[in-house]
């Protein structure tokens, strides 16, 4: 009898084992994969910021008037709402 708990108790002891080398496999998998998640959000926000940054001033170009008046307005609607 003893000797089927010594190789039981082996037995869950390589299995524990094992489960946290996957552990941790997972876990560097994951951290990998967050990182590149990561990079390539902020390289999208970048790239679509620049592509925002190059449409309102293309449009300010055009129509610089409309535009002086629309950055007045949110102006004066941003000061009412900051003097509340």
């Known amino acids: 009898m003893s000797q089927a708990k010594d190789s039981d108790f082996a037995a869950i ?4 084992a094992s489960l946290k080398r996957d552990l941790a496999n997972l876990m560097e998998h994951i951290r990998k994969g967050s990182n590149r998640t990561a990079q390539d ?9 620049e592509r925002s940054v190059k449409a309102i001033s293309r449009q ?11 950055a007045f307005g949110i102006g004066v609607i941003g000061g009412r709402l900051l003097s509340r």
């Open 60 to 70: 300010v170009e055009e129509q610089p008037l409309t535009s002086l008046l629309i």
């Open 13 to 16: 002891s390589e299995d524990v």
């Open 41 to 49: 959000l902020y390289n999208g926000l970048a790239a679509e910021g």
